[in-house]
């Protein structure tokens, strides 16, 4: 399976036994993961079901009204954070696939979401450069190309709420993070990133084992 795959660090058993022991998901998100998954190896974009409970969890608990998300394929992590946002909530999906794009407005209608989501099918750059100042972003999730994750960095942290928070996934690159020897431009992308980060004074920040990597920053 896809999901099994992004936590490339876990044996199959242990992996069968986190899922076991967690709340995962449902009928809804695992038919969104079966038709992900029958679009071909491009479905290992999406996120595993601990991850996007894992933000559901965040997202409600910190009463999370109004999210970003920077890459949002067919829609799942679009779901997981829209269920976590407050009744009055509202999150606004940046991509540029409009196949993709209708896959996930279907499961969004299916869900019961589709009035607190937004898709702007545009270079997600344009997107957030759009967005003001002073109307404060509670979360953020960046997940899409690599080497364009310090300019979504960049446009998101001065629009994030003190105390809020911006996710940022796939950090660990399968592992190939830590070859110093890598030609990969995703994998010298997320190097990169990560290094930037370490220096950055107006963030708290922890990268956690979960999936491919989700590193979790919490604005100063």
């Not at 993709?100 to 997600?124: K, M, T």
């Amino acid at each position: 399976m896809a999901q099994q795959a992004k936590s490339f660090f876990l044996g199959d058993d242990i992996y069968a036994y986190l899922r076991d022991q967690s709340n995962l998901d449902d009928d809804l998100l695992r038919a969104l993961a079966d038709e992900t998954r029958a679009l071909g190896p491009i479905s290992g974009m999406q996120i595993a079901p601990e991850q996007g409970a894992f933000m559901t969890i965040l997202v409600r608990a910190i009463g999370a009204r109004r999210a970003v998300e920077v890459g949002t394929f067919t829609g799942y992590s679009a779901i997981c954070i829209a269920r976590g946002l407050s009744p009055d909530g509202h999150l606004l999906c940046c991509d540029v696939n409009e196949e993709w794009g209708a896959i996930a407005r279907s499961y969004w209608a299916r869900a019961g979401l589709e009035d607190r989501i937004e898709l702007r099918l545009a270079p997600a750059t344009e997107t957030l450069r759009s967005l003001p100042l002073d109307d404060p972003i509670d979360i953020a999730f960046i997940d899409a190309d690599k080497p364009s994750y310090p300019t979504y960095y960049d446009e998101l942290l001065p629009r994030v709420r003190p105390n809020g928070f911006i996710l940022v996934d796939n950090v660990l690159q399968r592992g190939h993070v830590i070859d110093p020897d890598s030609d990969n431009e995703n994998v010298l992308a997320i190097q990169r990133f990560n290094e930037r980060l370490r220096g950055d004074s107006r963030i708290d920040f922890v990268m956690l084992p979960v999936s491919d990597g989700l590193t979790v920053i919490r604005k100063r």
